[in-house]
């Protein structure tokens, strides 16, 4: 047996919607799709999903080829999904250029996806600063000597470059790096996707020209 078709017969082995799924009834959605998530997502928490507020971020370089990559999701707010990290990194860099963004979410244990598609804002300096400093010590002394998505000689090299932010946080506990970056991912596109174990999956898109529009919404084939 060749190792594809090793991953062949466990593929073929794995279930999905295993657990059951929770009822959907898209005709009792809320008018905008914030409110819908915020539904679904207290309901994920109450389900027991295991970090329901992992999202992928999805972007694209300057030729349109994308990369996505999973950030914890900051904060909701009527801007839209909020996640921080450096601006110096793939995405960030990828950001500066392109402010397009995608998000999604994946709750597989309720058969639950949210997409998002939107422009990806930077907060500001002041706002990423203050976003830094209230983040835990270790994920301070990480974010302080940055170069994320740099090429790494020897994981040693974190552990020297540690100590030195460490210290440095010692004697000036409010440090904030320079490309420490909170970004806001405002929609103009979100859809709801409930699975279904009969493959009836229902699909519910939300849609707005920009920002000031009002929210139109519809279903989708799935
Ligand atoms: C569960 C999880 C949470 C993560 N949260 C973040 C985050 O909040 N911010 C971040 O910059 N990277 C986070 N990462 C690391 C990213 O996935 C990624 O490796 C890193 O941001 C570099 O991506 P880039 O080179 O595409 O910029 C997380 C990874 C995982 C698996």
Known sequence: MTNDDSIRDLLRGLP??????PPFDPDTAPEDPLDLFRSWFAGAVEAGVPEPHAMVVATA????????RVVIMKDLSARGWWFATT?????????????????TFHWKEQGRQVRVRGVAEHAGAEASAEDFRRRPLESRVAGLHGRQSEPLDELAE?????G??????????????????????????????????DRRHVRLRYERPDADSAWERGLLWP
Do not use: C, M
Request: no cysteine; aromatic share 8%.
């Open 164 to 197: 030195a932010s460490r210290e440095r946080l010692e004697h000036a506990p409010d440090l904030a790096p320079d490309d420490w970056g909170l970004y806001a991912v405002v929609p103009h596109e979100v859809e709801f996707w409930q699975g279904d174990p």
């Open 87 to 103: 601006t110096t990194s793939r995405k960030g860099r990828e950001l500066a250029r392109n402010q397009g963004a995608a998000l």
């Open 16 to 21: 999905v919607f295993a657990a059951g799924t």
């Open 158 to 162: 974190i552990d020297r470059a540690a």
């Open 61 to 68: 370089d300057g030729r349109g080829v994308p990369s996505a």
